[in-house]
Nanobody, 122 residues
């Protein structure tokens, strides 16, 4: 099993920045990729970004490209999501996920964090 704990959410004004972190523990050697997803009120869960264990491969949703950056500290087993130029439509609960392959498909991730709320005011 792999345990994931997110932190860093909060309230920010439009145009501002937030940095989310996700600390992994347990059988982390089984993790090949980590990703971020989000669920806005009344909407389906959607892919945000993903990164391979080596950090060599990174993928982003079109809606966040150029504004969000995913990074991985393999020593600390922590994945971060730097979010800049935030918009009200970025408001959602953000979830960290870990799995055996890098993908934008939520169902292919095996482990999930509890989520952290990000609210962007206009």
């Amino acid at each position: 099993q792999v345990q994931l704990v997110e932190s860093g959410g909060g309230l920010v004004q439009a145009g501002g920045s937030l940095r989310l972190s996700c600390a992994a523990s347990g059988r982390t050697f089984t993790v090949i990729a980590m990703g971020w997803f989000r669920r806005a009120p009344g909407k389906e869960r959607e892919f945000v970004a993903a990164i391979s264990r080596s950090g060599a491969n990174r993928y982003y949703a079109d809606s966040v490209k150029g504004r969000f950056t995913i990074s991985l500290d393999s020593v600390k087993n922590t994945v971060s999501l730097q979010m800049n130029s935030l918009k009200p439509e970025d408001t959602a609960v953000y979830y960290c996920a870990a799995g055996s392959r890098i993908t934008s498909v939520a169902e292919e991730y095996d482990f999930w964090g509890q989520g952290t709320q990000v609210t962007v005011s206009s």
